[in-house]
């Protein structure tokens, strides 16, 4: 089994539908993240969480909203989808202290109709 | 502010040729850099990373990078490339000061070619 699971890998949805992206980990790590993929851009920091207390903002929050149910579990929403939130969507993970070593899930694939 | 930028969307090489991928990035003081790569329908995975020390560091498939202080610089590099190393490659750079966080490049697509 993957240490980074994401649900769902692929999900067609329509504009103004609310939208959960969950993410679970199986790595023991304390900091989890969310990241948008878009073609030409790399990856954007959507939101991280160092603990289950600590949740940020990352570059482009706007729009989007998390949930840190517990060490392992990190929920990504949308609370009313538009097309310009299509895009590739991945969750990682990274050990406290240790700068950059992050651990990607599959990605999760949402596309805004 | 910490930018990443790699210069160059699509590479094509033969297999067997040597590959080269650039990466500039700005930061004020040391930063820490990192290659990932990405296969077809896959996450991200560490190919390697710069802290300190050793200017050419050495990661995983045979890939090396060299950072280069007075260029801004963090290119990739692999002497032979195999048809599995078609894959999209991002170059990120972090900081202490910025949190540890994470800010990547636009990536580079590279294509083998038999």
């Known amino acids: 089994d993957a240490d980074v699971t994401q649900t769902p890998r692929n999900r067609i949805t329509k504009t103004g539908k609310r939208i959960m992206l969950e993410c679970s980990q199986t790595?023991?790590?304390?900091?989890m993240y969310w990241y948008r993929q878009d073609p030409g851009l790399g990856l954007q920091l959507i939101y991280y969480s160092f603990d289950v207390k600590d949740i940020n903002k990352g570059e482009i929050s706007d729009g989007y909203s998390v949930s840190r149910q517990a060490q392992a579990k990190f929920s990504l929403s949308l609370e009313s989808a538009i097309p310009n939130q299509t895009a590739l969507y991945f969750c990682?993970?990274?050990?406290?202290?240790?700068?950059?070593?992050?651990?990607f899930g599959e990605g999760s694939r949402l596309t805004v109709l | 502010a910490q930018s990443v930028t790699q210069p160059d969307i699509h590479i094509t090489v033969s297999e067997g040729a040597s590959l080269e991928l650039r990466c500039n990035y700005s930061?004020?003081?040391?930063?820490?850099l990192f290659w990932y790569v990405q296969s077809p329908g896959q996450g991200l995975q560490l190919l390697l990373k710069?802290?300190?020390?050793?200017?050419l560091v050495q990661g995983i498939k045979g890939f090396e990078a060299e950072f280069k202080r007075s260029q801004s610089s963090f290119n990739l590099r692999k002497p032979s490339v195999h048809w599995s190393d078609a894959a999209e490659y991002f170059c990120?750079?972090?900081?202490?000061?910025?949190?540890?966080?994470?800010?990547f490049g636009g990536g580079t697509r590279v294509l083998v070619k038999p």
């Open positions: 990682a993970t990274s050990d406290t202290g240790v700068a950059g070593e992050l651990f």
């Open positions: 790595k023991g790590h304390d900091r």
């Open positions: 930061y004020g003081a040391t930063p820490y």
């Open positions: 990120a750079v972090g900081a202490r000061a910025a949190g540890n966080k994470l800010t």
């Open positions: 710069y802290f300190s020390g050793d200017t």
